[in-house]
């Protein structure tokens, strides 16, 4: 399995963004999925994670509200629509695919991991 995210880039305060992520063999089908993020000099954080279906999702409180997880399960690929950008939002987005079914707040359940895809909020 191998994922890529894409869709980052320079944006300003208030607007939105839609990330996506797709990848090889069928990445995401039957398992949950995740978005996590990394701003520079600091750890790795979670964002935003569905369940296998999409039913079932969960955010952090930094994002709730803003952002929204979604699938397409036909195309087999995730995505991130991020509204209401703040400076405090940049940094780089991944995607990942959950070792099950369920959405997911711990890195250590993700057993696939895209490769980033950067996103800049100017003030």
């Known amino acids: 399995v191998q994922l890529q995210a894409s869709g980052g880039g320079l944006v300003q305060a208030g607007d939105s963004l839609g990330l996506s992520c797709a990848g090889s063999?069928?990445?995401?089908?039957?398992?949950?999925m995740g978005w996590f993020r990394q701003a520079p000099g600091r750890e790795r954080e979670f964002v935003a994670a569905n369940d296998w279906r999409g039913g079932s999702t969960t955010y952090a409180d930094s994002v709730k509200g803003r952002f929204t997880i979604s699938r397409d399960s036909a195309k087999d690929t995730g995505y991130l629509q991020m509204n209401s950008l703040k400076p405090e939002d940049t940094a780089v987005y991944y995607c990942a695919r959950a070792k099950k079914v369920w959405a997911s707040f711990f890195d250590r359940d993700y057993a696939y991991w895209g490769q980033g895809t950067l996103v800049t909020v100017s003030s």
């Open positions: 063999g069928r990445p995401f089908g039957g398992y949950g």
